[in-house]
Every structure is written in C-alpha cells, then in structure tokens.
C-alpha cells in the first residue's frame, strides 16, 4: 500500500471509527497532504520508508515556509497521530516522529502602558485620603515592580527609610528594592492621612476606609477605576503596571539581570537560582535609569 493510500485510509478512520467532525478531518487532511508531497520530493512511496531524518525535514519546511511555532506543532502533532495509527496495525515498527520536538511555542508579549500613559495615570486626582492612598499605591508599583500579591502584603515597618520598601515575593523569598522619588512623595502624604482610617493596631501598609488591609481584589478594582479615570483607552491592572515598570527601565538601561533582579523574578536556567546582584549596582541602574526615579544633581 502507498503512502497516499494509508492516509486516505487514515482519514476514513478518523471519520467513520472515531466519528470526528468534517472540520478536523479537513485539517488532518491539509496536514498530512503537506507531508506526503515532502515524501514525493524525496522518493518516499510508502509508509515503511519514513524515518526520523524525513520528520525533521518536514518540520524544517515548515519553518521555511514562515509558519509559526503553534501551527508547527499542529502539523507535527497530525503527522505523529498517523504515524501511530500505522503501528497500532503493524505497519511499522516505531513511530519515527515520536522523539522529534516542534519548534518552542511563541510566547506573548507582556502588555505595557507607554511612559505618556503612565504620566496620565499617575497624575494626582486629589488630596483626600481615598485618592492619596490610590496615587501612593499606584506610584510604588510603578516606582518599584511589585507584584500585585506583593503590594498587598506590605505593612509600614517595610519601608526602609523611604529610599527602600521590603518585598516578600514568591516562595517567601525576600528582597529590598528601591523607591523612587516621586512614589516616597505619595507614600508620605498617604501616610499623613491613613491615621484617618486607622482601626486598632493594623499593620498594612495601605488599608481600606474601614481600617483594614486592602484586598488583592479591592487593589485591582481601584487601579482599574484609576486608569478609566485617566482616559486611557486600555484595560490597567496591577501586572501592567509591573511589565511597565520593567519594559521602561530595560529600555533605559539594556541591563536585563538588574531588571530582573529587582523584578524577583527566577532566573531563566533550569535550576532557577536568583541572578545575584551587588544591590548598590541595581540602585545605580534604577537611579540613572527609570522614568520616576531620584535625579540626583
């Protein structure tokens, strides 16, 4: 039986025995039509001729023609499926496209605020508690990269100085980062005015109208409000603000590992070790180089 004959018996199954919809059918069809004008170009007529060196090739075609990683995958995937269905009857001895791996899946790009919006954002809205409490929150996540979970967590005692705040990020690993100027300004007038809302010995940092720590929830919907306040024609959340704040520093500085360092963020080797950094060199790079950040004369 010939390559051509054992995919359209293929299909008959997926159709007749495993009962899938014309749809899949059609895309398993234009999958594996591509494969098999590969096995023409390279005089293979039947199935027992494929080897792994031919599933490579197939792939690499792919590429070449400009498709994408996850359409890669999907050709591979079909390839792979037919290849054991042919085992499955003896056909063959061993898949051939069981060990090959597509290409790595394209990641999206993190959504971030341009430095224009981020000013618009930031702009104060007002000097009552309710508003310097949401410029002071909004100011350190943009100032200093939290996490939203991060942000919550914060009491007063973790702010160091106010050049400094204390993070407990994931795995409660801790570390210091820096503050910039404009969001020590906010924190400070938010402070003059959270004894105003201050119910017994509460420790958070920023707390509700009822004297208690702001929820994870609650922080997104006043960051939501703030950009819709703000005229923005996007959608902010605490994680924009975070892939902002590290997109515009990155963009200023090229130092990945300082960015990284002062995101927390684990290191992209396989035993996730933290990029240990010299902290008065991640100052220098967070001085000299984000948007809000101390100028020093």
């Known amino acids: 039986m010939t390559l051509r004959e054992d995919i359209a018996r293929y299909l008959d199954?997926?159709?007749?025995?495993?009962?899938?919809?014309a749809h899949s059918v059609a895309a398993a069809r234009?999958?594996?039509?591509?494969?098999?004008?590969?096995?023409i170009e390279r005089d293979i007529e039947r199935a027992d001729q494929i080897d792994t060196h031919s599933v490579r090739a197939y792939v690499m075609a792919l590429r070449r023609k400009g498709l994408k990683p996850v359409s890669v995958h999907r050709h591979l995937s079909s390839l792979r499926s037919f290849l054991r269905e042919l085992v499955e009857r003896g056909e063959l001895k061993a898949n051939p496209a069981?060990?090959?791996?597509?290409?790595?899946?394209?990641?999206?790009?993190?959504?971030?605020?341009?430095?224009d919006q981020v000013e618009h954002l930031l702009r104060p809205t007002g000097d009552d508690a309710l508003n310097l409490r949401d410029t002071a929150l909004l100011e350190l996540f943009y100032s200093s990269g939290l996490r939203l979970a991060e942000l919550a967590a914060l009491d007063v005692d973790d702010l160091l100085g106010g050049d400094e705040v204390r993070v407990t990020g994931k795995g409660s690993k801790t570390r210091i980062v820096p503050v910039g100027s404009m969001a020590h300004q906010a924190i400070a007038h938010w402070l003059k005015r959270r004894g105003d809302w201050l119910r017994g010995d509460e420790s958070a940092l920023f707390i509700s109208s009822r004297g208690q720590r702001m929820s994870v929830r609650s922080i997104q919907q006043r960051v939501q409000a703030r950009g819709a306040r703000a005229g923005l024609d996007v959608r902010v959340h605490p994680h924009r603000l975070r892939h902002s704040f590290a997109t515009h520093l990155l963009e200023s500085s090229g130092d990945l590992r300082a960015v990284q360092e002062l995101l927390g963020h684990a290191s992209i080797s396989t035993t996730q070790i933290y990029t240990q950094l010299d902290f008065s060199h991640l100052s220098k790079v967070y001085d000299a180089a984000h948007p809000r950040a101390r100028r020093k004369g």
């Open 98 to 115: 069981a060990g090959i791996r597509p290409p790595k899946r394209d990641k999206p790009l993190p959504k971030t605020l341009s430095v």
């Open 13 to 21: 199954v997926l159709r007749d025995e495993r009962r899938l919809s």
């Open 30 to 39: 234009r999958d594996l039509a591509g494969f098999a004008q590969l096995c």
